[in-house]
């Protein structure tokens, strides 16, 4: 049988062959990625490779998403991440404003944080927000597993950004972080109350301790763990660094307990008690 020109040239040219076998494979790999609840179809958006694709399947902000169309019609209409004079141009309320990270809420869907490393920043936010958003849900699902009812973790999703309009250099972040707003009461609020015996629950420390003992994280600050307006429940903000020991949260945060719950903490760190296992 007569060879077909497609043939012969990747005969001659194995790298080409060799492409093609791994896109195929990628290909195949994304399309076989578990989705979690949300099973809606997902084209891979222009400029997201196929391997970048498969990492964040998982985890992205999809049409299905109620708030979808507000968030892209606000990136939309204009490069709201370029840098930080944009993003306050675009509508937001910039509540988070580090040396590389921008983050704050948009007045037409002020229930969701919005995190993103401006243009301007030489930084791939890739692994940063994935680590988030990986880690926000397996700490969801021990909230749920073990009806956790005073402690919360914001939802976190990665948005891919329209095509258009394009950066100003051609050159600018493709993902951001979408995450649900949950205030806390603030750092200074926080460390008062978290020193105040009244404000401690023995349910409120075991539900801290369940979460922490099944996945801690590395830099336990009062900025990390906040107090919601009641002072009822805790909201863990930084999920980027997750860490399988206690060891952070009793160096900085547990030895700042109220003597009498630092007696009830140490006893389920000691003992190794799960309480409502």
Known sequence: MEKTMAETALRRDPTQTRRLVRSFLLSTLLLLQPLEADTDSWEIPPGISLSIAKKIAPYTFRPSHPDYETIQNIFTQSRAIENKRAF???GFNLIASKRLLIGGVHPS?????IKAY???VRKDPLNSFLTRAKTARK???IITDYNITHVKVPEKYIYVLPKDPKPENGKGKKILLVETYLPGIGIQATKAAWTDEATWTEAMIDDLYLLLSHQSLYDCAYRNFQFSADKKTIILFDLETPVKTLGDFNR??????PKKWRKRWDKLVRKKIKPRQ
């Open 88 to 90: 306050k141009a675009a």
């Open 118 to 120: 401006p243009d301007s």
């Open 109 to 113: 869907c002020p229930h969701l944080f």
């Open 252 to 257: 900085m945060l547990a030895n700042r307990l």
């Open 139 to 141: 700490m969801q699902k």
